[in-house]
């Protein structure tokens, strides 16, 4: 088994400087090795840099359209090939506009084999606004209604691709969604549990009534990470942070669950920025989860350090 490790040094999406640093950060956190002492092979393809698309317009509803742009095509193209290579893509964000590509490469990768593609979308917002509802006009809080095909931009990739049905998104940890965005995932009908329904129902029936969803279906499951799902006291590291995330427990209780599924297709870690940080500690408890995910126990965890 082999995993991919596409770094993606993109901020352009967030509206402020940082998230550039986030591959450098995961790498620092020892990321390759985690996955590595798991048994997976590690191809680690670096970091992609595109040039900026020079026929997509400056727009300031979308703001950065030709960087954040040029970074949709690429990573679109390198999570397919790694899918269709039979690895599990992993993009080391990055700001969360990465994710219109690497959820368009697996719904590709996904139509090709025939088979649906599911996302669970771990995050304190729901990501679905457009250019014309954004209050903010940054793409990172526009990529499910990207790749959804609910969000009008230029062009940015061929008008063939497949999009992801909004009913098979599975969103969790919302606690922070704008007046307009709110209408967008009733009218297409997103599968959202907040925080309330976190602390009525329990995070692990929540997740294990998805799971049985997503194997129903047959489908690949894509699931997208941002470090402000968690709650900031425990991950500090991130542009966005809303009160009241989820736990290091509830995470963890989420990873474990997904690993033991078999159902996880491809993954995204956005939004880590390493220069709001406190000495690496978001960047270390992402790698943690993301070591859970991909198989370790908190029983066959080797202990370090006394
Ligand atoms: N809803 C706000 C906006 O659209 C915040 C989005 C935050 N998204 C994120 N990926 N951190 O501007
Ligand atoms: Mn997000
Ligand atoms: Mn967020
Ligand atoms: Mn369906």
Redesign the pocket.
Known sequence: KTVTLIGIPLEE???RGGCAMGPAAYRIAGIASALHELGYAVDDRGDLRPAPASDLPEMAEAKHLPIVGAFTRAIEAETYAAARNGTVPILLGG???LSMGSVSGMARHAAEIDRPLYVLWL?????F?APE??????I????VAFFCGKAEFVPILPADRPFVDPKHVYQIGIR???EE?RRMIRENAVNVFDMRAVDEEGMGSIVKRILGDVREAGALLHVSL?V?FLDPDVAPG???TVPGGATFREAHLIMELLHDSGLVSSLDL??LNPFLDDRGRSARVMVELAASLFGRRILDRPTRGG
């Open positions: 999406g967030s509206g700001d969360h506009s995050d304190a917002h729901s990501d606004n509802t954004s209050p903010s006009g940054n990172h809080g526009m990529p922070s969604v704008d965005e941002d402000d991130v542009g966005t956005v939004e």
